[in-house]
Every structure is written in C-alpha cells, then in structure tokens.
Nanobody, 125 residues
Framework: VQLQASGGGSVQAGDSLRLSCAASGRSLGDYAVGWFRQAPGKEREFVAA??????LTGYGDSVKGRFTISRDNGMVYLQMNSLQPEDTAVYLCAATPSIKGRVRYYVAVTDYGDWGQGTLVTVSS
C-alpha cells in the first residue's frame, strides 16, 4: 500500500500539530499502523502505533503523555502536543496487514513493509 504522511510544519516549542497518514486508493482499516521519526544523523525511532482492531495503542517513552495516535474514516492521525525542539524530525507512517480482530500493535521498523515518504516537523525554542 502507498502511504502519504502530511501535516508537518515549523512551530514553536509548546505548540501542537496533527499529522495524517493516508493510503492511496484504499482504507487503512485493514492495517496496523505506526508512526516513526528520523532526525538527521540518527536512527529511525518508534513514536506510536495502533492496532487494526479495537485501536489498541502504544507509544515511545519520549512522547508518552504528549502524543496521541488515532484512526478515523480509513486514515490514521498523530496528534502532537507540547512539542519540543527534540521532536524535530521527519515523521513517517508505516503499515502492516493485520488479521481482522487482531488486537496488536507493532513497534519495530522491521514489523512494517509499507512506508510513506514522511513529513518534516521542525520545532524551534
């Protein structure tokens, strides 16, 4: 599935952004979806994930309590509050097919086969 992440931008510390992940021509309802981020010179980092069924969610330690992943109408969103300069990165969404009824999310880069191009988030102090 082709994925497209959008909603990034340049903000001040403390601001909020909402990222969106869409699949080209289809719904993400059949997939478990994750958000990752990658800053220059750093490895790709797990941010948040959501299961196909029942919307079970998981978060990386650095974003717990500030970011919220959700799904609605075939898309997946990442609400980011209280943004900090260390949140600056390219944010990518990823998807993996999941069996109907499976309540499981995935946190590893290698769990996902489909990736979008990413959207840049820049947070200045």
């Amino acid at each position: 599935v082709q994925l497209q992440a959008s909603g990034g931008g340049s903000v001040q510390a403390g601001d909020s952004l909402r990222l969106s992940c869409a699949a080209s021509g289809r719904s993400l309802g059949d997939y478990a979806v994750g958000w990752f981020r990658q800053a220059p010179g750093k490895e790709r980092e797990f941010v948040a994930a959501i299961s196909r069924s029942r919307s079970l969610t998981g978060y990386g330690d650095s974003v717990k309590g500030r970011f919220t992943i959700s799904r609605d109408n075939g898309m997946v969103y990442l609400q980011m509050n209280s943004l900090q300069p260390e949140d600056t990165a390219v944010y990518l969404c990823a998807a993996t097919p999941s069996i109907k009824g499976r309540v499981r999310y995935y946190v590893a880069v290698t769990d996902y086969g489909d990736w979008g191009q990413g959207t840049l988030v820049t947070v200045s102090s």
